[in-house]
């Protein structure tokens, strides 16, 4: 009985995700030529910047496999919500339903529901707290699911800024970016998450000032509405000051009822690289 929530690497660890006791993560893996690891709990962000920093090559990744995802699926609990990276940048997304179909020739007997978070970092740990404020307030399986359906499609918002675009771009996750864009990357462009794929939401000169046309951003974004008990997770990738400057001009500007600053995952490491920043929350 009872219900369990399964992520992939790409959910950021917010303060409430640790502290749950029916959450399983699936990892990604990454890899640097031969040098391959899981991006699961003993992923090291510093160790990990200073090895891109020496790598003469881009960084790679690799979403789990079906039987991955499977082997998670098999746990004491009868109802499952899985949350995974959008699917318009990863594989993770259809790995995760071929998983499901796996699992339930060999067993059956669940209820699974795979979402597709259309984002990745602190979207998808606003998704998971999302669905533990509905299961523990008493929804049932097929409310929770349409809900937390519903919540992703209106109320879910990403922005990012990030150094270097090189390994988003030489991955082929740039492809919805018009090409007269891609010559701009001496400026910081500020990029959102728009339907699961990556749209230019603004640019400037440097990124401090991105930083604070982000916190502009999310305020006209959120101008006129009710922010009690909404949140917003700031995930960076070895800078935690600017992450703060951020943090400090969205308090300022809005009301929110929490701001977390965290460390973003191996896999979000990859692809914000060093000094980048991934801003999610809820309206």
Same mark, same amino acid.
């Given at each position: 009985?009872?219900?369990?929530?399964?992520?992939?690497?790409?959910?950021?660890?917010?303060?409430?995700?640790?502290?749950? /006791?029916?959450?399983?993560?699936?990892?990604?893996?990454?890899?640097?030529? /031969?040098?391959?690891?899981?991006?699961?709990?003993?992923?090291?962000?510093?160790?990990?910047?200073?090895?891109?920093?020496?790598? $003469?090559?881009?960084?790679?990744?690799?979403?789990?496999?079906? /039987?991955?995802?499977? +082997?998670?699926?098999?746990?004491?609990?009868?109802?499952?919500?899985?949350? =995974?990276? =959008?699917?318009?940048?990863?594989?993770?997304?259809?790995?995760?339903?071929?998983?499901?179909?796996?699992?339930?020739?060999?067993?059956?007997?669940?209820?699974?529901?795979?979402?597709?978070?259309?984002? =990745?970092?602190?979207?998808?740990?606003?998704?998971?707290?999302?669905?533990?404020?509905?299961?523990?307030?008493? *929804?049932?399986?097929?409310?929770?699911?349409?809900?937390?359906?519903?919540?992703?499609?209106?109320?879910?918002?990403?922005?990012?800024?990030?150094? *270097?675009?090189?390994?988003?771009?030489?991955?082929?996750?740039?492809?919805?970016?018009?090409? *007269?864009?891609?010559?701009?990357? +001496?400026?910081?462009?500020?990029?959102?998450?728009?339907?699961?794929?990556?749209?230019?939401?603004?640019?400037?000169?440097?990124?401090?000032?991105?930083?604070?046309?982000?916190? +502009?951003?999310?305020?006209?974004?959120?101008?006129?509405? /009710?922010? =009690?008990?909404?949140?917003?997770?700031?995930?960076?990738?070895?800078?935690?000051?600017?992450?703060?400057?951020?943090?400090?001009?969205?308090?300022?500007?809005? $009301?929110?009822?929490?701001?977390?600053?965290?460390?973003?995952?191996?896999?979000?490491?990859?692809?914000?690289?060093?000094?980048?920043?991934?801003? *999610?929350?809820?309206?």
């Amino acid at each position: 009985m009872g219900y369990r929530i399964i992520v992939d690497s790409c959910c950021d660890k917010t303060e409430f995700i640790c502290k749950l /006791d029916n959450i399983t993560f699936v990892p990604l893996t990454l890899q640097l030529g /031969d040098y391959v690891i899981p991006d699961d709990e003993n992923f090291d962000q510093e160790d990990f910047v200073k090895r891109v920093a020496e790598y $003469e090559s881009i960084p790679k990744t690799a979403c789990p496999s079906p /039987d991955a995802w499977a +082997k998670a699926y098999d746990c004491d609990e009868d109802d499952i919500y899985v949350v =995974t990276i =959008t699917d318009k940048l990863s594989g993770t997304y259809n790995s995760a339903l071929q998983g499901k179909q796996i699992f339930e020739e060999e067993h059956g007997g669940k209820n699974i529901h795979i979402f597709n978070s259309l984002a =990745t970092s602190g979207a998808e740990s606003l998704i998971v707290e999302k669905i533990v404020e509905l299961a523990e307030g008493g *929804s049932s399986f097929e409310e929770i699911s349409a809900k937390v359906e519903d919540y992703i499609q209106n109320e879910s918002r990403l922005f990012f800024c990030l150094e *270097s675009l090189d390994v988003l771009k030489n991955n082929g996750r740039l492809f919805a970016l018009a090409a *007269s864009v891609l010559e701009k990357l +001496k400026v910081k462009l500020i990029c959102k998450a728009k339907d699961g794929n990556i749209s230019l939401a603004s640019q400037d000169i440097s990124m401090n000032r991105a930083m604070i046309k982000i916190a +502009k951003l999310i305020k006209e974004d959120t101008d006129g509405r /009710d922010l =009690t008990g909404k949140k917003v997770v700031i995930a960076h990738v070895n800078c935690f000051d600017r992450a703060k400057l951020l943090a400090d001009r969205i308090k300022a500007a809005t $009301e929110f009822s929490q701001i977390e600053i965290v460390k973003c995952s191996g896999l979000n490491t990859t692809y914000a690289s060093n000094g980048g920043i991934i801003v *999610s929350y809820n309206i």
